[in-house]
């Protein structure tokens, strides 16, 4: 059993701070001194954040800005391909959308290219 005399070694820090607190609080002094440290930290906290936070934004307008700039083309893309489409095509194309079938024609998914090597 321990003696209750002894402080216990992760305790100690603790029980220091409340013993400075309680010889120094007469005057004021202290708490006021851990009011501006506590003050300080959350001004810390809040610049990271900030911080932080101007960066992410930073990314995701950049996302955007290419996002954009990605369905501006695939939207002329659209629009010449409907121009060079006969009618019945684009009948065929609608009823294949409309039943979620690949388009009749269209050659099987391949495997990406492996690119240049040896061939047999």
Sequence with gaps: MRDSGLLEPEKMPLQ?????????????ASVVAIDNKIE????????????????????LKEQIKELME???QLEQENTLLKNLSS??????????V??????????????????????A
């Design 16 to 28: 220091l701070l409340f013993w400075e607190l309680k010889h120094r609080s007469s005057s004021g």
């Design 70 to 72: 990605r369905n501006s």
């Design 87 to 96: 009618p019945e095509q684009l009948a065929q194309f609608q009823a294949q």
């Design 98 to 119: 409309q039943t979620g079938s690949p388009p009749a024609g269209a050659p099987p998914a391949l495997p990406p290219n492996p690119g240049p090597g040896p061939t």
């Design 40 to 59: 300080q930290a959350m001004d810390l906290v809040k610049s990271h954040l900030m911080y932080a936070v101007r960066e992410e934004v930073e990314v």
